[in-house]
T-cell receptor, first 115, second 115 residues
């Protein structure tokens, strides 16, 4: 069972370069999320999507863009990478309710370094 | 933004010991979740709590949803070496679809083995 798959797993960029992180889920989940994880700060929500064609800002959206053209995919873009964006990025997905709440399922992360 | 204070930030365990960690919030949550993260992987859901006062177990893990809805704790009984990892609490405020099932995460408790 694949669940949530993130590509690439590792990447090193130079300041100013652009790149796209891909998240794919095979669970037919409506909701998808992008987080960044920095030491001692837990996970912070960058952007999220409640369905195909819709996206919304999370807690730390600046410097990132997202797209949800297909239900199973959620793309995170960095238009001009900055060293402050060095982090581990996690994608997650969840079903809608009801019945009951549906917890988020996470991918294994993309480790991104900006030089 | 919302703050979840998780403590302790780190702890050392000795095999067989019981350990506890907790999360407190300045605001009320409708759902509390506890995740575990191991190196190189994404967080994995351990326990989900949906009602104030709820006490739920998953093997040697027990978590409680505080009566005030502003806190939660996680206990690990008879710890073993594979309990090592980072434990995160997460809270959710509401279930409105537009809010996208968003979570707020604590900073994590790093569990290490005593040398």
């Amino acid at each position: 069972n694949a669940g949530v798959t993130q590509t690439p797993k590792f990447r090193v960029l130079k300041t100013g370069q652009s790149m796209t992180l891909l998240c794919a889920q095979d669970m037919n989940h409506e909701y998808m999320y992008w987080y960044r994880q920095d030491p001692g700060m837990g996970l912070r929500l960058i952007h999220y999507s409640v369905g195909e064609g819709t996206t919304a800002k999370g807690e730390v959206p600046d410097g990132y863009n997202v797209s949800r053209l297909k239900k199973q995919n959620f793309l995170l873009g960095l238009e001009s990478a900055a060293p402050s964006q060095t982090s581990v990025y996690f994608c997650a997905s969840s079903r809608t309710r009801p019945p009951g709440d549906q917890p988020q399922h996470f991918g294994d992360g993309t480790r991104l370094s900006i030089l | 933004g919302q703050q979840l204070n998780q403590s302790p930030q780190s702890m050392f365990i000795q095999e067989g010991e019981d350990v506890s960690m907790n999360c407190t919030s300045s605001s009320i949550f409708n759902t509390w979740l506890w995740y575990k993260q191991e190196p190189g992987e994404g967080p994995v859901l351990l326990i989900a709590l949906y009602k104030a006062g709820e006490l739920t177990s998953n093997g040697r893990l027990t978590a409680q949803f505080g009566i005030t809805r502003k806190d939660s704790f996680l206990n690990i009984s008879a710890s073993i070496p594979s309990d090592v990892g980072i434990y995160f609490c997460a809270g959710r405020h509401n279930m409105i679809k537009a809010a996208g099932n968003k979570l707020t995460f604590g900073g994590g408790t790093r569990v290490l083995v005593k040398p």
